[in-house]
């Protein structure tokens, strides 16, 4: 088990109420991702958006296509509008067929199992539905991580996992294939981000929900000169810090 999934929710509960400070980067992706609906001509009627946070069911809804939403945490399912459901994307409590779309932005990186949950996917789809899906991967904060690493090791001598692993982007159509999805497709997009400080990237992390949940994460408070030493060694000139979000762009269709 890689992701403490109740940490995870406590997470997600704690931030839905901050999520809109990062509904810009969110929707960016999502909007990038459902542009991959004008490349086919299937009418879609019935969507279920995974783990949205607020952003992608009404993007879905604007189309004509009636959406209902699910995430781990209550709170952040709640934000979703219409009908919603707070369910573990490990457990899913859907219909084989339920669906003739289904979406997840950003949200299937911290699962834990995440052929299984595709599979799962792919079986609430309807013959010849969609699955389309964003990924983080590898190198996004590839250099918070370094950071962090470096610091604790130069303090205490050894490392805690602070930021969680991402797959890279050539996994990602073998896990569609693994899953069963015909035609899988998995493109790479990049999305360039610039932070005033480096503070602002953890605070943005924390509204949205990603703070540390891997299972073996130290939970010990961190030296108080932890972060603050990290951080200072990936701003510029400026004081700022500019961050690459490196996302896989997942595109599957259910057995016809």
């Not at 949205?52 to 509008?81: K, Q, Y």
């Not at 052929?115 to 590898?138: E, N, T, Y």
């Not at 996992?161 to 015909?182: C, I, N, S, Y």
């Not at 939970?219 to 603050?228: C, G, Y």
Request: hydrophobic share 50%; with cysteine.
């Amino acid at each position: 088990m890689i992701f403490d999934r109740p940490a995870l929710r406590r997470h997600r509960n704690r931030a839905a109420p901050h999520v809109d400070r990062v509904a810009p980067v969110l929707q960016e992706v999502a909007e990038r991702l459902l542009d991959r609906l004008e490349d086919t001509t299937h009418q879609f009627t019935h969507a279920l958006d995974v783990g949205g946070r607020g952003v992608v069911a009404p993007l879905l809804r604007a189309r004509g296509i009636e959406t209902i939403s699910c995430d781990l945490s209550p709170a952040m399912a709640a934000r979703n509008g219409g009908l919603a459901v707070a369910a573990d994307e490990e457990f899913l409590p859907f219909a084989s067929g339920s669906f003739d779309l289904v979406v997840a932005n950003l949200s299937l990186h911290a699962v834990n199992d995440l052929p299984g949950a595709l599979i799962q996917l792919r079986m609430a789809l309807k013959p010849d539905g969609l699955f389309l899906a964003s990924l983080p991967v590898l190198d996004t904060l590839g250099r918070l991580r370094a950071a962090l690493t470096e610091a604790e090791a130069e303090l205490s001598g050894g490392a805690s996992p602070r930021v969680a692993p991402f797959p890279e982007l050539r996994d990602g159509a073998a896990l569609l294939q693994r899953a069963g999805f015909t035609l899988p497709v998995a493109d790479g997009d990049d999305i360039a981000l610039r932070y005033a400080t480096p503070f602002n990237l953890l605070r943005d992390l924390q509204a949205a929900g990603e703070s540390n949940a891997i299972a073996v994460r130290s939970r010990h408070v961190p030296p108080r000169v932890l972060f603050p030493m990290a951080l200072s060694r990936m701003v510029d000139d400026a004081g700022g810090l500019d961050m690459n979000l490196r996302v896989a762009m997942l595109t599957g269709w259910a057995p016809g």
